[in-house]
């Protein structure tokens, strides 16, 4: 019985991995489709009906063109960072609780944060590894721009799960409250956190163009870029679920849950095709001089809400 439900979970993860990497696929579909109504262009249209052959002719051309190695760079470390980088955006959807098979864990928000945070080496080893100063430059600017909008981002989740009392996701689904309606800044602190994170307009200065070529992918090609593009996408997807998780209602067994996650993911793109390029000092000054107070600041008011609530019943 217990090889059983062992053999189902194993299934239903390896479900999600392939429905995550299948709704990544739509998504650059959707990407390029809006940002090409936004600019009044058409977008990807000629492949398959409405162009929805579109994602699958694109990874066919990545994965097979030829893949070109820099001469004297870190050969090892360079091939093994964007798969570094995939499978630890993969690994958090262990965090996906199964209502078939359950699949919980008690300590889920350190995990998290564990994953998340170990997702700055990819960036910093691909930029590295490459041996040119472009991709170095653009690695260091993201690992500096990921380090400042993490601690916000820990404490804004820390503030969350102390609502609920617990660091297990499931519990969300119990609760199925819109906390947004009483922690509005705290949500569009995690939005703005979110779009650094995942290293989206108006925070991409990973990918600089006119800074600096693309940032510290620009020595990869083929596969080594179609496995960073995957990474990042799948990145962006996970923090949609975790905006619609914490803020807009957990009851992830109903369809309406994964419309607002579609909502969500809809309006990272919106923001690339509206919003322009931060300046890096107001980045930096945003992270730690905007976000961090107003995140410590409900931090420290909600905890004190569960020391006086904890002091009530035992008195």
């Known amino acids: 019985m ?34 090409g109504y936004i600019q009044i262009r058409k977008g990807p249209n000629s492949v398959g009906y409405l162009g929805i052959l579109q ?55 350190l995990f998290m944060l564990c994953i998340m945070s170990l997702g700055v080496y990819g960036l910093m080893v691909a930029g590295w590894s490459s041996n040119s100063n472009y991709s170095l430059l653009g690695s260091l600017r993201s690992v500096a721009q990921t380090i400042s909008y993490e601690v916000s981002l820990s404490l804004i989740m820390l503030s969350v799960f102390l609502l609920i009392g617990s660091y297990d996701v499931s519990f969300f689904f119990y609760y199925d409250v819109w906390f947004v309606v009483f922690c509005f800044p705290l949500f569009l602190c995690f939005y703005c956190s979110c779009l650094a994170e995942t290293n989206r307009t108006p925070f991409d ?19 080594g870029f179609a496995l960073i593009f995957l990474a990042e996408y799948a990145m962006i997807i996970f923090m949609s679920f975790l905006i619609v998780l914490f803020f807009f209602g957990g009851n992830y067994s109903s369809l309406i849950f994964f419309f607002k996650l579609t909502l969500i993911s809809f309006s990272f793109l919106w923001v690339r095709g509206t919003l322009p390029r931060y300046r ?6 945003l992270a730690w001089k905007g976000f961090l107070p107003v ?13 006086l609530f904890f002091m009530v019943l035992i008195g």
């Open 280 to 285: 890096y000092d107001s980045l930096m000054y």
């Open 2 to 35: 217990y090889m059983f439900d062992f053999y189902m979970f194993i299934l239903n993860f390896i479900l999600v991995i392939l429905m995550v990497l299948l709704s990544v696929a739509f998504l650059t579909l959707l990407e390029r489709s809006v940002l």
């Open 295 to 307: 995140s410590l600041n409900y931090l420290f008011f909600f905890f004190g809400l569960s020391v």
């Open 55 to 109: 994602p699958f002719g694109d990874a066919i051309k990545l994965f097979s063109s030829e893949q070109v190695l820099p001469y004297i760079s870190n050969y090892v470390l360079y091939y093994f960072s964007p798969i570094f980088s995939l499978f630890l955006a993969l690994l958090l959807w262990l965090l996906f609780p199964y209502i078939t098979f359950f699949c919980s864990m008690d300590l889920g928000f």
């Open 205 to 223: 200065f990973a990918e600089g163009e006119s800074e600096l070529v693309s940032g510290f992918n620009v020595e990869y090609g083929a596969a």
